[in-house]
């Protein structure tokens, strides 16, 4: 790989980590969190109901391929956050553990575009400016970490959660099916056709967030 590394890539590079690794931390922290409501004491045993960046972030996962993928396609690609463990079994509780994580970034990327527009509404942001872009971009992340999540195979949180949603008569023939969940995952991420199911819902949500906003704050 020849990548010309310029004043840009770097402000680029650094911008796309500081968003990932913040929402990486604040949808791990959910799966702790919600764990430990529901009695589970392993995650706050391993120091995971917290936001800190640090404790939820995986060398590779979170800061090396991310880097790798923002420097050479200025995109994320292909990453993840360390996993948080729990020792929960029944399935319509493992359905709230796993569902939180991706709440966990609605409500961030709704902070986000609220921040976004009072500070637009105030004059400190310009509508098209490089701030406003950066926002506006991660609201559109955690909306693609929700969606994508949420798709139902194995081991993202979809699986999780559609398994607890499920009659339980099906649970056997989805657990058969489970096993073909990382090539879901792959076909998702590597064909574009595939790909829309969660980056067109996430491109929707952002927009009519934000539109919406504006409208109630007096600028739509």
Same mark, same amino acid.
């Given at each position: 790989?020849?990548?010309?590394?310029?004043?840009?890539?770097?402000?680029?590079? &650094?911008?796309?980590?500081?968003?990932?690794?913040?929402?990486?931390?604040?949808?791990?922290?959910?799966?702790?969190?919600?764990?430990?409501?529901?009695?589970? +004491?392993?995650?706050?045993? @391993?120091?995971?109901?917290?936001?800190?960046?640090?404790?939820?972030?995986?060398?590779?996962?979170?800061?090396?391929?991310?880097?790798?993928?923002?420097? *050479?396609?200025? %995109?994320?690609?292909? $990453?993840?956050?360390?996993?948080?463990?729990?020792?929960?079994?029944?399935?319509?509780?493992?359905?709230?553990? $796993?569902? $939180?994580?991706?709440?966990?970034?609605?409500?961030?990327?709704?902070? &986000?575009?609220?921040?976004?527009?009072?500070?637009?509404?105030?004059? *400190?942001?310009?509508? %098209?400016?490089?701030?406003?872009?950066?926002?506006?971009?991660?609201? @559109?992340?955690?909306?693609?970490?929700?969606?994508?999540?949420?798709?139902? $195979?194995?081991?993202?949180? +979809? %699986? *999780?959660?559609?398994? %607890?949603?499920?009659?339980? +008569?099906?649970?056997?023939?989805?657990?058969?099916?489970?096993?073909?969940?990382?090539?879901?995952?792959?076909?998702?991420?590597?064909?574009?056709?595939? +790909?829309?199911?969660?980056?067109?819902?996430?491109?929707?949500?952002?927009?009519?967030?934000?539109?919406?906003?504006?409208?109630?704050?007096?600028?739509?």
């Amino acid at each position: 790989m020849n990548v010309e590394i310029t004043p840009e890539r770097i402000q680029l590079l &650094v911008q796309g980590l500081i968003m990932f690794i913040g929402c990486v931390a604040v949808h791990e922290f959910g799966h702790a969190w919600m764990a430990d409501r529901l009695g589970d +004491g392993l995650p706050r045993r @391993q120091g995971r109901v917290t936001l800190n960046p640090l404790v939820h972030a995986d060398p590779i996962g979170t800061v090396l391929l991310p880097a790798f993928f923002i420097l *050479s396609t200025g %995109g994320i690609g292909f $990453a993840w956050g360390k996993p948080v463990m729990h020792t929960t079994l029944e399935r319509k509780r493992r359905l709230l553990i $796993a569902f $939180a994580g991706p709440a966990m970034n609605v409500l961030l990327a709704a902070l &986000v575009a609220v921040v976004l527009v009072v500070l637009i509404k105030v004059g *400190s942001v310009t509508v %098209g400016d490089r701030v406003w872009l950066s926002l506006l971009t991660a609201v @559109q992340l955690n909306f693609i970490l929700f969606f994508f999540n949420l798709i139902p $195979a194995e081991p993202l949180d +979809g %699986g *999780s959660v559609a398994r %607890g949603l499920i009659p339980h +008569g099906w649970v056997r023939a989805f657990d058969e099916y489970a096993k073909y969940g990382p090539f879901v995952i792959l076909a998702v991420m590597l064909v574009p056709k595939v +790909g829309r199911v969660v980056l067109w819902p996430a491109n929707y949500m952002t927009k009519h967030l934000y539109d919406n906003l504006m409208t109630l704050a007096g600028l739509g």
